[in-house]
C-alpha cells in the first residue's frame, strides 16, 4: 500500500463561510465526557460564548446562544431583607419550534430564575423607556424623602419652647 503524498491536505474539502454576523465555535455535544464530541457550529457575534465547551449539551439542538449580562441590583436594609436583582441578555434558541425564540431576543430574569420574560426587541425598547421613566420617578421620591428627613424634629416654634424648657428641668 503506498503513503499518500506530503503535499496532499488531509482535509479535502474548504470549510464553509459563515453567514454574515456569525462565526464559527467549537460546541461538546455528547451524553457524557467519554462519548462526547466537539463540532463546530455557527454561533452568532453577539453572543458571549467564546466557544460552547465548557455547558456541554446532550443534543446538538440544546447549544443556546446568549449574549452579556446586564444587572440592575436594588439594595435594602432591614432585618431579614433581601435585595431585588433583575438580570437581562440576548438570548437565541435555534432550534425552537416557535419563530420568536429562534430569533434574538431578550431575556429578563430574577435572580433565582424563578420569574422571567422573554421580550422582542420593540417589547425591550419598550420596557427602556417605561424604566427611564421609573428612574426618574425613583429620584423625585429620593429628593421627597431627603427633605423630608431634613425638616423632621421639632416644627412648631411654641413646641420647640416647651421642649427646651423641659429639657432644662424646668416645668412648662
Not at 147 to 167: F, H, I, K, W, Y
Request: proline residues 8%; contains cysteine; hydrophobic residues 35%.
Amino acid at each position: 500500500m503506498g503513503q499518500l503524498p506530503m503535499s496532499t491536505p488531509a482535509n479535502c474539502y474548504e470549510l464553509p463561510k459563515p453567514r454574515p454576523g456569525h462565526r464559527f465555535v467549537p460546541a461538546k455535544v455528547g451524553a457524557t465526557n467519554d462519548t462526547s464530541v466537539i463540532v463546530l457550529i455557527e454561533c452568532p457575534t453577539w453572543c458571549s460564548s467564546e466557544e460552547h465547551l465548557s455547558e456541554p449539551v446532550r443534543e446538538l439542538s440544546d447549544v443556546m446562544h446568549r449574549g452579556p449580562v446586564a444587572s440592575v441590583n436594588v439594595p435594602t436594609f432591614g432585618y431579614g431583607a433581601y435585595p431585588v436583582q433583575l438580570h437581562a441578555w440576548v438570548e437565541a434558541d435555534p432550534v425552537a419550534s416557535d419563530i420568536e425564540y429562534r430569533q434574538a431576543h431578550i431575556e429578563v430574569q430574577d435572580a433565582g430564575g424563578n420569574e422571567f420574560c422573554h421580550l422582542t426587541p420593540d417589547m425591550a425598547e419598550k420596557l427602556a423607556d417605561e424604566a427611564i421613566g421609573f428612574a426618574s420617578e425613583l429620584r423625585h421620591q429620593a429628593r421627597i424623602a431627603r427633605l423630608a428627613n431634613q425638616t423632621v424634629g421639632d416644627s412648631d416654634p411654641d413646641m420647640d419652647e416647651a421642649l427646651r424648657q423641659v429639657r432644662q428641668g424646668g416645668a412648662v
